[in-house]
């Protein structure tokens, strides 16, 4: 089945927030079982989101600072949990 040319091949808004809340999940899960502590293993994983989202974001020549979400958002998001984190855990 062909698709009709006035679909946008941009990921909708609930489309990047669903799955930035799979992945944070995921991470979350991940990191609490790192032999290292929840927290480093939280940042290193935060750490390796941010660069995954930056090269999915070039491959797929996605423009920074649209109207609507993509994985450039996704990156400064991860960037802002990862230096929050980084923040608490050297304070703990």
Known sequence: M???PDIS??????RVLARFAVRIALLAT????????FG?????????SIILCA???????EPPFRAALNHWDEAVAF??????????????
Do not use: E, N
């Open 30 to 37: 991940f990191a609490a079982f790192g032999s290292i502590g």
């Open 40 to 48: 480093k293993s939280l940042s290193a994983l935060l750490w390796m």
């Open 55 to 61: 090269v999915v974001g070039l491959i797929r020549r």
């Open 2 to 4: 062909s698709q009709s």
């Open 9 to 14: 091949r941009a990921p909708s808004t609930l």
């Open 79 to 92: 960037g802002a949990l990862f230096a929050l984190v980084h923040t608490l855990d050297q304070l703990i």
